[in-house]
């Protein structure tokens, strides 16, 4: 461990685990509002995913649990480290190991100190992990505890946007929804259909690809009072890095510069708004 410790340092651009510097930064804070810490190869570079994070401007990080260990992960993470809050769910492709004694762990974290939201919760249709009757009693599940405890939910979707548009339209019954459709790739029609329930959107890496032109124009349509940036570290490695792991929560300012032009604001605007919004939804991080 100490070995391949000191090689990174010496050879930072060979190592598996270096990590790549974004090509600018956002002196007035941007919040990455989906980031999993806890997946490989983050924890073994917590340190300096977090001061890398620090540099780029970024003075806060969701980090989203997948599963009842990762999601205690976390809330321990948030607990020590000022600007990481902590998501606690379990992810559509994990759903079906979930035990008794793991959702009991869940609905007890989200009385825990630094936990701001319940996710990351949704359906999955690309993996197909788990059974589908599974993925929705799991993600109805999620949607009462958030009205339960008052938490955000971070709603993940992959190949059943319109399904999944379903399934919180019909827990809402007319009431307004609080979470956000993280990294989020559909279709227009169900993003609108998300803002009217109440809920934001959240872009990560994949709008900044050159062959994303189609989420980009989507991206163009959603209020400015309802847009999150996101890097969904360790994946989804933004351009002009892209291709480079691990992604990390400082590479979110490739994201944020790419929604800014999408709309013609400058970066701090948009750091501004993106910000504001993320506060508004899980409360205030801490100034940086
Ligand atoms: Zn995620």
Not at 1 to 10: I, L, Y
Not at 15 to 33: F, H, N, R, Y
Not at 187 to 198: K, Q
Not at 232 to 246: F, M, N, S, V
């Amino acid at each position: 461990m100490a070995e391949s410790t000191s090689r990174a340092q010496d050879h930072p651009q060979r190592s598996p685990c270096s990590l790549a510097e974004p090509k600018i930064q956002v002196p007035t804070g941007v919040i990455d509002t989906h980031a999993h810490l806890t997946s490989d190869p983050l924890p073994e570079r917590l340190e300096d995913v977090l001061d890398a994070a620090r540099r780029a401007g970024v003075r806060g990080i969701l980090s989203v649990g997948i599963d009842a260990t990762t999601s205690l992960h976390c809330v321990q993470l948030a607990q020590r480290y000022a600007m990481v809050r902590a998501a606690v769910g379990i992810h559509p492709n994990d759903c079906c190991r979930a035990t008794d004694s793991d959702w009991d762990t869940i609905e007890r974290l989200t009385g825990s100190a630094g936990v701001v939201a319940v996710g990351e919760t949704g359906l999955d249709r690309y993996w197909d992990d788990c059974p589908w009757d599974i993925q929705v009693e799991s993600f109805r599940r999620h949607i009462d505890l958030s009205s339960r405890t008052g938490l955000p939910l971070v709603i993940h979707t992959r190949d059943c946007a319109e399904e999944t548009l379903e399934v919180l339209a019909s827990a809402a019954a007319g009431d307004r929804l609080y979470g956000v459709m993280h990294s989020y790739t559909g279709p227009w029609e169900v993003a609108a259909g998300c803002l009217e329930l109440g809920l934001y959107i959240g872009f990560a890496g994949m709008l900044t690809f050159k062959n994303a032109a189609t989420l980009r124009e989507v991206a163009r349509q959603v209020p400015l009072d309802r847009v999150l940036v996101e890097t969904d570290a360790p994946y989804l490695t933004p351009h002009p890095l892209r291709g480079q792991r691990p992604n990390h929560p400082a590479l979110v300012v490739h994201t944020l510069a790419c929604l800014a032009d999408i709309h013609g604001l400058s970066i701090e605007e948009m750091a501004a708004r993106t910000t504001h919004n993320a506060e508004a939804l899980f409360g205030s991080w801490p100034p940086s």
